[in-house]
């Protein structure tokens, strides 16, 4: 909060500044339906060489606390659950434990970053290289077969994730793309994991590191460990379960968020386990937050974002503030990263823990009373390095917001460290809770434990049960994980878990298992599917067929079913067969339903009521059911071309959809530029009721000016019945050239001030700053002050006089001005001269900057270099007049330190107009502006309130209001 009080008489009331939230809206790119997976070429088992994957390091973990005074203070965790083995449940048998891939079916890549996903009848598991399907028995049905040969991309780069979308009965595959920023998902044709996938592109604006992604019910939900950019995202998941092509994907920034000092910086997206929710529910976001990382942090608290998505109109979609919900105090940080966390027995080798993130996955599950959401990360319990897994169940309903119903710390006082944890709840409440588990006496192996919904809270009760036994350690690397993976069974009750051990030094291998803490119910079953009727020419006497599942233990006969449209009941009717244990049966209502309103959209729900059903929750099913217009067809999207620098002739692809219950061949289609003359095309192909297709216009467009066009494609059929949704418009810009390069160690600017410009940026590679203008006089030299944080960076500055979008050597006003020259690292802020030639054209021109490091700065201000940055900036020339001259000539401004964050400027001048002041923060952005008045003869004078205001460099900038000049001086807020 900013206050200023001006003399005389003048007051500036408090205001507050909320950070916007604008959402980045990027266009995927389907890349085609793969074959059937099981046949694939599969990777060939061979003695790996070691191929560490490195994790980009887009923050840096501390060697230690970072605010000390972070609780606790004495180090040990005050939820430390220390039982005596004894006072532990007895646990189930494991249901199944096998291997699933190993080091050198995967080709070595360390850390593996295993990966499953259980479905009806797969298990689904891949790690940094390979994907590879299994029965439940642990039969292979598939692979491994190479993630970069099956995702299409041909580059195995790693951190996969595998979801079974349960949903919608589909299996999705990701792994990220390093060399042009991107992720690449594979989701199934089909519900056979074995069969093919409709594989799409996600090109984002920095590297994607560690994506974590969940199901819910309208996205696919992402974060990513990005330095730049949105973290958060949310993907079009109707368009890819479908098949369609050019899915969307909404990112967002977080507001209000303080990262984390650790390697990986990883808020974790909500997942929904079950198929019941909340109507409307929005998507969740959590990350934790340790008054250790930094001293702005007042207590240990969990952060959570709420999202609502729009995907009518992507741009209304919102995050809001977070909220903050308080913790029992605990320890994030470990040793530092790098040389490892936890010791390994015979080597002084240490392995990763993972510190200061939320474990993978975060498993949200509705009640129908009550909504749970499990979530883990690692702590040090002990201020030694011994790591423990905090857990932690938020309840929310349909009144009360998110607070902490359970938390507790997993970690028995036998010298061991729990880490690596993932956890899950069932339909029962019960929690499962797999994990890593080492020492330096016990090699690292994986173990599970849980806890019973009627326990005592904060307790896991469940004896810890060993998956698998370490049996040798790494040597050569402190890498390990980098994340384990708990999921649900889609039967409510299996939980499926995969992590990495040690079969032999050096050698790791991933392992599946599967346990249950509940029998499940003997008597449950529900509708999981509406087969029939589908979209489509419909009539008023509809059949209505359904698919009953037996969730339960027992087999079921006589099972009573009803039947609703619109909510009104119309069929309470029997199935009179047996469905055994685990099994499903469909059946035909004898009722029919009237669906004959033309256009009309209909919900229709089935549900089982049977009396000793103990588990009512899953028995209704609704599904949405439109009468379709017979001939309606429609441009959705329009995928090329698209904004870019260098566009000329282009062509112009769009996506063409058939809404109507007609098949639809020779349809006509159009697209104008700029309203001009309509390019009319045909296309032949058929376009069946609800298929999308592709078309390529066979006439380019010419953008070769640098310009933004408008281009409207439209389909023209004569029969169309519903005209509105006929047309699709988008804005391209062909944008004047935007070299990129590697500034990540440094390289760059990171300040360019020259008068009013005062610009602290990040690595961006390239930035567009065109909105900051300098206001410059021909003939006159100013001082550029610049700031790089590594040395020996070659400046070169062009100002396009003559606006042609290119930069010549003539236009140079700063060549290769050399920034900490013979430096390395460091931080460098130096000033040197840019001069405006006399004679040079009035008006605002394009200023580009652009630095190289260790070479000078290329003439061609459109070459990229591989290390360095450009900025965009404007400059205004103008000459000044008389009264400008004087303004800036004979004046004089001082700002008087006062103490306590008072402060007094003074301006004396000649000046005799009306003036403002402006105060601006480091990041150029306006905080006040206030016209003023004289004082006195020759003066103004400001008082400026700062004891509210963040401590930091801020700007008073003072100008003539008539004319266009003014006089800038920085001041310090400690």
């Known amino acids: 909060m900013k206050k200023l009080l001006l003399v005389p008489l003048l007051l500036w009331t408090s205001f507050i500044f909320s950070q916007n939230n604008p959402t980045t809206i990027i266009q995927g790119e389907f890349l085609g339906k793969t074959m059937p997976l099981r046949d694939f070429v599969l990777s060939q088992e061979q003695t790996y060489r070691v191929n560490e994957i490195r994790i980009v390091p887009n923050n840096l973990r501390a060697n230690e606390k970072l605010d000390p005074t972070g609780l606790p203070l004495d180090g040990v965790d005050p939820l430390r659950q220390t039982n005596a083995e004894n006072s532990y449940t007895a646990s189930y048998a494991l249901e199944g434990s096998f291997d699933g891939i190993s080091v050198n079916e995967g080709g070595g890549a360390t850390p593996p970053d295993p ?33 970069g040969t099956f995702l299409g991309n041909g580059a195995n780069n790693g951190d996969p994730i595998v979801m079974y979308d349960h949903l919608a009965d589909r299996f999705f595959v990701s792994q990220f793309q390093t060399s042009n920023n991107a992720l690449i998902i594979g989701v199934s044709d089909t519900p056979d994991p074995t069969g093919a996938y409709n594989v799409y592109e996600f090109a984002l604006d920095a590297f994607p590191d560690y994506p974590h992604y969940s199901i819910w019910p309208d996205g696919y939900y992402l974060t990513a460990n990005k330095n730049s950019g949105n973290s958060v995202y949310v993907i079009d998941r109707d368009v890819m379960i479908n098949g ?36 409307d529910v929005p998507g969740y976001i959590v990350y934790l937050q340790d008054d250790g990382w930094n001293p702005g942090i007042t207590s240990d608290h969990l ?26 105090a605990f320890d994030s940080v470990f040793a530092p990263f790098g040389t490892g966390d936890v010791d390994q027995p015979g080597t002084n080798q240490k392995i990763d823990m993972i510190g200061g993130v939320i474990s993978y996955a975060a498993n949200y599950r509705s009640f129908g009373t009550h909504n749970s959401w499990v979530i883990t ?72 434990t849980g806890r019973f919904s009627t326990d005592p809270l904060g307790q896991m009760s469940v004896a810890e049960t060993t998956i698998v036994a370490g049996t040798g350690v790494q040597t050569f690397s402190n890498r390990f994980g980098d994340y384990s993976h708990l999921t649900m069974d889609p039967d409510g009750f299996t939980f499926w878990h995969t992590a990495e051990y040690f079969r032999s030094s050096n050698t790791w291998q991933s392992r599946i298992a599967s346990f249950s803490l509940s029998p499940g119910f003997d008597n449950d079953v529900g509708i999981i599917a509406i087969v029939n009727p589908e979209n489509g020419g419909l009539s008023n006497a509809e059949t209505v067929e359904v698919t009953i599942r037996n969730f339960g233990n027992l087999n079921q006969s006589n099972i009573p079913v009803e039947l609703r449209v619109d909510g009104t009941l119309i069929a309470s009717e029997v199935f009179t067969g047996t469905i055994a244990s685990g099994d499903v049966a469909n059946y035909t209502f004898t009722q029919t339903a009237d669906l004959s309103s033309y256009g009309q959209t209909y919900t229709l729900e089935a549900k089982t009521t049977l009396a000793t059903d103990e588990f009512t929750l899953n028995d209704p099913y609704s599904k949405d059911v439109t009468h379709l217009r017979n001939n309606d067809v429609g441009v959705v999207n329009i995928s090329s071309p698209v904004s870019g620098t260098g566009l000329g002739n282009e062509t112009v692809t769009v996506s063409v959809r058939n809404f109507g219950a007609n098949a639809q061949s020779n349809v006509p289609v159009q697209y104008t530029l700029d309203g001009g003359a309509p390019v009319i095309e045909t296309i032949a192909a058929t376009i069946n009721p609800e298929e999308t297709v592709q078309y390529t216009f066979t006439q380019t467009a010419d953008l070769s000016a640098i310009n933004t066009y408008s281009i409207t494609a439209s389909t023209t059929l004569v029969s169309d019945e519903e005209p509105s949704n006929n047309s699709t418009t988008i804005a391209v810009e062909n944008m004047i050239c935007a070299p990129s ?82 430096q390395t690292g460091g931080t460098f802020t130096e000033t040197v001269d840019l001069v405006i030639p006399a004679g040079a054209a009035t008006g605002t021109h394009r200023m580009r900057a652009k630095t190289n490091w260790n070479a000078v700065v290329p003439d061609d201000a459109c070459e990229e270099t591989t290390y360095g940055e450009t900025e965009d900036y404007t400059a205004s020339i103008q000459t000044l007049s008389v009264e400008e001259f004087a303004f800036i000539n004979n004046s004089d401004l001082k700002i008087i330190e006062k103490g306590e964050n008072q402060f007094e400027a003074v301006l004396t001048t000649s000046y005799s107009g009306d003036v403002y002041a402006a105060i601006y923060n480091i990041n150029g952005q306006q905080l006040k502006f206030k016209d003023l008045s004289k004082s006195s003869i020759n003066s103004y004078v400001v008082k400026l309130d700062m004891s509210q205001a963040a401590a930091g460099v801020y700007t008073l900038k003072i100008g003539g209001t008539n004319i266009d000049s003014n006089i800038t001086q920085k001041f310090i807020v400690r």
């Open 741 to 822: 390069a590697n500034c990540s160690l440094g390289d760059g600017l990171r300040l360019f001030s020259v008068a009013e410009i005062n610009n602290a940026s990040a690595c961006e590679g390239y930035g567009d700053f065109t909105d900051q203008i300098a206001s410059l006089e021909p003939d006159t030299t100013y001082p550029l002050t610049v700031t790089t944080t590594y040395g020996n960076q070659y400046l070169t500055v062009w100002i396009d006089f003559d606006d042609s979008n290119s930069f010549e050597v003539s236009e140079k006003v700063i060549t290769d001005y050399i920034i900490g020259a013979g």
């Open 303 to 328: 952060k959570i974002w709420e999202i609502d998505i729009d995907w009518a109109t992507p741009a209304n979609s919102v995050v809001s503030n977070p909220i903050d919900v308080p913790l029992a």
């Open 115 to 147: 990966t499953g996903a259980a479905g009806p009848n797969h298990y689904v598991n891949a790690v940094n290289s390979v994907v590879k399907i299994f029965d439940k028995s642990g039969n292979t049905l598939a692979g491994p077969t190479p993630l």
């Open 377 to 448: 990360f690692n702590v040090d319990v002990d201020g030694n390095d011994t790591s423990g897994i905090r857990w932690i169940e938020l309840r929310n309903n349909d009144t009360d917001g998110w607070s902490v119903y359970q938390e507790g710390t997993y970690a028995p006082a036998d010298g061991h460290s729990r880490f690596m944890g993932s956890a899950a709840i069932d339909l029962q409440g019960n929690i499962g809770l797999g994990f890593n588990i080492a020492s330096g006496t016990l090699p690292v192996g994986i173990s599970y």
């Open 244 to 279: 369609g092509t050019n899915p969307q994907i909404v990112g967002f920034t977080l507001p209000g968020i303080v990262n984390n000092p650790n390697t990986v910086f990883s808020p974790e997206p909500a997942n929904l386990l079950g198929n019941i929710y909340p109507t």
